[in-house]
């Protein structure tokens, strides 16, 4: 649909509610402005009575041309859905962060206040904030290391503990199961190696195959997954985390989300197309410390973890290499990526010697 169209579809839906959801803001009027116009979605902010700061935010997605499944790589989960379905996915994560994490110290949540099924729209209040990869961004040679170590270190921790937290208290779900057992784990381990086909790739994969089959055991603990626990979907400020767009479509093993996080920390885009330039490992081995330890507490065993991270590692690093983009960025950023493969190859090294500890 038209934006011009969604914005009137948007005042009309919400005109009722907004007193209701906003009682502490008395207001006359609203207004809605376009944040966002992205091929996969759109972000619009409403304004009560042209406030600067918005009440709420509405993400209405499309159907996107290049769909995940474009390229050729193995995948870990690649079943297509309806943006419908996605939009009632989110839509059932945010109510269940909020059931969980309501409630806890240094713990934010962004409300659902809409469901909007048939435009594939939710609205939410707004947490005015920035996210924790720009935060972690600021602390980049690049961008002069003007952040704080301090906040970026404090907003890991409180990751760690946001995704305690949420599997503590999460529901019993019967959503079905991806990377259930140690045979699938291997499995796709070697179907990485396969693909990323250079030698030494593949003794990374065989060395995970075997670390894998010692340290997990043959039933994964699971869990519901957030789905896309990465730093870019979480505000931080004043001390309190909140987490953004859940896809809670899988029960996936208990380590996935925190796997996909740290790899995410990792393999932060500034890092891998900079050759290591943008930050000093001392930093980003300070953030993951602090993560790992809000989670596991700081004398947990992390080989059965880390032999687990290497498969996400694998994951993200085939994604980066085989992105679909045909155009000049896209191209760039595969030439670019496909450059640093042996830094994330000693990553992956790295992982092997944490997961052979222990
Ligand atoms: N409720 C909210 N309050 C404040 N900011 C928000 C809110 N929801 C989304 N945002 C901002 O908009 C950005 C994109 O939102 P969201 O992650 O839901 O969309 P997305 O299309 O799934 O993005 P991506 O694929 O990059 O994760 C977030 O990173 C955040 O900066
Ligand atoms: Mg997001």
């Not at 707004?126 to 970026?152: E, H, K, Q």
Request: proline share 6%.
């Amino acid at each position: 649909m038209a934006v011009g169209r969604l914005v009137e579809t948007l005042l009309q839906s919400i005109v009722p509610h907004t007193h209701e959801w906003f009682p502490d803001q008395p207001h006359s009027g609203l207004e809605v402005r376009v944040l966002a116009d992205r091929p996969k979605c759109l972000l619009l902010t409403v304004h009560l009575d042209g406030a600067e700061v918005p009440a709420a935010l509405a993400k209405f997605r499309r159907d996107s041309v290049s769909r995940p499944g474009a390229g050729t790589r193995p995948r870990l989960r690649d079943e297509p859905a309806t943006v419908e379905q996605l939009t009632v996915l989110e839509w059932s994560g945010l109510a269940a962060i909020e059931r969980a994490c309501g409630d806890t110290a240094g713990l934010g949540v962004v409300r659902p206040l809409l469901l909007m099924r048939d435009d594939a729209g939710i609205v939410m209040s707004f947490t005015d904030a920035p996210t924790l990869r720009n935060v972690v961004l600021d602390l980049s040679r690049l961008r002069r290391g003007r952040g704080s170590l301090d906040d970026a270190i404090a907003g890991c921790t409180l990751a760690g503990r946001w995704l305690r937290t949420f599997q503590e208290r999460s529901e019993e779900s019967d959503r079905p199961v991806r990377q259930g057992t140690r045979e699938v784990v291997v499995d796709r381990l070697r179907a990485y190696g396969e693909f990323l086909d250079s030698r030494d790739w593949r003794r990374v994969a065989t060395k995970g195959t075997q670390l894998v089959s010692e340290r997990l055991p043959r039933e994964l603990p699971l869990t519901v997954g957030h789905g896309d626990f990465a730093p870019r979907n979480m505000l931080l400020r004043d001390g309190r985390l909140t987490v953004l767009d859940p896809l809670p479509r899988w029960r996936v093993p208990t380590y996935d989300d925190l796997c996909r996080f740290l790899v995410g920390i990792r393999l932060i885009g500034e890092q891998v197309h900079t050759h290591g330039l943008a930050f000093g490992a001392g930093a980003l081995d300070a953030l993951e410390a602090a993560v790992v330890a809000a989670y596991l507490g700081p004398h947990a065993d992390q080989a059965p973890l880390r032999a687990y991270e290497l498969l996400i590692l694998m994951d993200k690093w085939t994604a980066m290499l085989d992105n679909p983009r045909r155009d000049v960025p896209g191209r760039i950023a595969r030439r670019s990526a496909a450059l640093a493969d042996h830094r994330v190859r000693a990553e992956a090294e790295r992982l092997l010697d944490l997961a052979s500890q222990g």
